[in-house]
DNA sequence: CAGATCACCTGCTTGC
DNA sequence: TGCAAGCAGGTGATCT
């Protein structure tokens, strides 16, 4: 489910609720979602004051008073507030001022207790909204491979997923089978730009809702219905009216404008 | 290193 | 109506 912009959304409306309060109990009822020991989870984490919440790339970063609690949505994860635990809450915080569920259909989710920086975390890319423009264009140079599957590696960016990167790379006018390497400086500043437009208008409407993602409060987003290509196969384009076109590249599908979008 | 394939899960939609 | 296949916002392992 949740790419950057959906992550971003959720930490917003997760922070003012969690920060400075306390983990009264937890407990976890899925060997996919928290691998490993539950029994040793739960005690890590019963008592522990909460001091942040922030993103990084798609992962929420919750700072304890000893230690880190690491939560990746996942395709269908969702934290919910003070919700009704339904048949998917794999993770129950009881905290000193409600209740949050962790409630993941598909068990693509991992909720983690880390006392040192997770090597996941560690390993990821340079955050989209943060990296310069000459780094970026520098390292995209560098890549021998396609221009899709490069910006959906975690290790090369930090949070963009194939929604945003479809978006992206149809406001760049750039095929998604593009070479990174081939591509022009000045074809790789507009992509540059466009990353930085659709992830930071995203979080302005509060991310896509395309299922069933909402935030912890449980509100959709409205970015959906602003997506110029993702999910949009056979519409019109909406600068050309050309027939969107949906391929498969490495097995994730793939929106773009065949005429807007070249290699 | 690049990329193809599979695996991990459930649930919804589509087509026969 | 029923059933099987195909699809979904993600990541990681393995093999070529």
Redesign the pocket.
């Known amino acids: 489910?949740?790419?950057l912009p959906?992550v971003e959304t959720v930490v917003r409306s997760l922070a003012p609720y969690l920060t400075g309060r306390r983990i009264v109990h937890a407990e976890f009822h899925s060997r996919?979602v928290t691998p490993g020991d539950r029994g040793l989870l739960t005690r890590q984490l019963t008592g522990r004051g909460i001091q942040s919440v922030e993103r990084r790339?798609?992962f929420i970063v919750i700072q304890l008073d000893r230690g880190t609690l690491v939560i990746?949505l996942?395709?269908t994860g969702k934290l919910l507030i003070d919700a009704p635990r339904g048949?998917?809450a794999y993770g129950i915080f009881e905290l000193d001022n409600g209740v949050l569920i962790y409630d993941d259909?598909?068990?693509?989710g991992r909720i983690e207790f880390s006392d040192t920086l997770p090597a996941?975390i560690a390993r990821l890319g340079p955050e989209p909204l943060q990296i310069s423009l000459t780094d970026f264009t520098s390292a995209l140079r560098r890549?021998?491979?396609?221009v899709k599957?490069l910006l959906?590696n975690?290790r090369f960016l930090g949070g963009l997923?194939?929604?945003y990167v479809d978006e992206a790379l149809f406001r760049s006018g750039i095929h998604p089978r593009a070479l990174a390497a081939r591509i022009s400086p000045a074809r790789a500043a507009r992509l540059y730009e466009a990353i930085r437009d659709v992830l930071t208008l995203a979080i302005e409407h509060r991310?896509?809702?395309?299922?069933?993602?909402v935030d912890a409060a449980g509100e959709r987003?409205g970015f959906q219905l602003l997506h110029q290509v993702y999910g949009r196969e056979g519409e019109p384009c909406r600068v050309c009216r050309t027939p969107i076109r949906r391929i498969l590249?490495?097995?994730?599908?793939t929106h773009y404008c065949p005429k807007c979008q070249r290699v």
Do not use: A
Request: charged content about 20%; proline content about 8%.
């Open positions: 489910m949740p790419e959906e996919f790339g798609k990746h996942g395709m048949t998917h259909p598909r068990q693509f996941r890549r021998n491979c396609r599957p959906l975690q997923g194939n929604i991310g896509s809702s395309i299922s069933d993602y987003g590249l490495v097995q994730r599908g």
